[in-house]
């Protein structure tokens, strides 16, 4: 039986750590909020008195943070896990953060002769729920052969990126084309009704011409649309708009270092930090459709 030790519990991290319990692993965690830690010991999970204690003896450590400063006190700091772990562990972090901080973590995983995948996540707190996240991997060819069989317990679909840190590149990417996505939909959404037309009728012509996309498809933002997604929800649950904002941050600091045009991005960017600032920073980031309305 495969040992796991998982640390972070979060949105993300605690259904991501209970889908591996579930498929036969031996999984220890840890969380700072003991409230997430005591759920897991529910789903069947081993509880550990700090995230030293959860590596010890794992043969697979996986961490899920909420930023770069999380996952490299986690690795780097001085009572950091690294010094703790078995010497033949693999790690994966499947935290977003920006690719240099993952290919810091990851070189000083490597230069201890252990394996280390980036691997950060796409589908959602749902996706996270049901067990089929697209995991984005960056690592040694190895390091992503040993990691694929944990990552498949949470995850429908993985993709190898590239080395370390093309997984985050990788996420950025998708999630600043996401962003411009769902504010050109609710944009586009708020014009119909703005001009008599039923939002539902609207998103089934979209759906059938060029405009359709994934938000249209799955994740509809006006809300009465569309059953079981935030916006029918009051916008609750998913993926907040303070976690797009970080995400926006992450894709235009990469374009900034790359001298890449990004003018969608920076579009969107400013309608999220906008809508963060009128307080909408815990909703999810569907949301932005009311960014929109005229009422």
Not at 192 to 209: E, F, H, R, Y
Request: hydrophobic letters at 45%; aromatic letters at 6%.
């Amino acid at each position: 039986m495969t040992r796991i030790a998982f640390i972070g519990l979060g949105n993300m991290g605690g259904p991501m750590a209970a889908n591996l319990v579930s498929s036969g692993m031996q999984v220890t965690v840890f969380d700072l909020v003991q409230e997430n830690v005591n759920a897991l010991v529910d789903e069947g999970a081993k509880a550990a008195e700090s995230a030293v204690s959860a590596v010890k003896d794992a043969d697979v450590i996986v961490s899920m943070l909420p930023a770069a400063a999380h996952v490299k006190s986690l690795y780097l700091g001085e009572n950091g896990i690294l010094q703790a772990a078995r010497e033949d562990a693999l790690f994966i972090d499947s935290s977003t953060i920006d690719a240099d901080s993952a290919r810091a973590v990851g070189q000083a995983v490597e230069q201890t002769g252990r394996l280390f995948v980036d691997a950060p996540v796409s589908g959602g707190v749902a996706g996270a729920k049901a067990g089929t996240l697209t995991f984005i991997m960056g690592g040694k060819v190895d390091a992503v052969a040993k990691a694929t069989p944990v990552l498949q317990c949470m995850g429908k679909n993985l993709f190898h990126a590239g080395d370390t840190g093309a997984g985050q590149v990788a996420k950025i990417c998708n999630n600043m084309l996401l962003a411009v996505l769902m504010s050109g939909t609710s944009e586009a959404l708020q014009l119909a009704i703005d001009n008599g037309l039923d939002p539902k009728v609207m998103s089934d012509i979209m759906l059938q011409s060029s405009g359709c996309n994934w938000t249209l498809q799955k994740y509809n933002p006006c809300p009465g649309v569309m059953e079981d997604v935030p916006s029918s929800k009051d916008y609750t649950g998913g993926f907040m708009v303070k976690l797009m904002n970080k995400d926006l941050n992450l894709a235009m600091t990469a374009a900034a270092n790359s001298q890449s045009a990004t003018p969608m991005a920076s579009a969107a960017q400013g309608l999220y930090k906008l809508h963060q600032r009128n307080g909408n920073g815990d909703k999810d980031f569907s949301s932005i459709f009311t960014l929109f309305d005229n009422k």
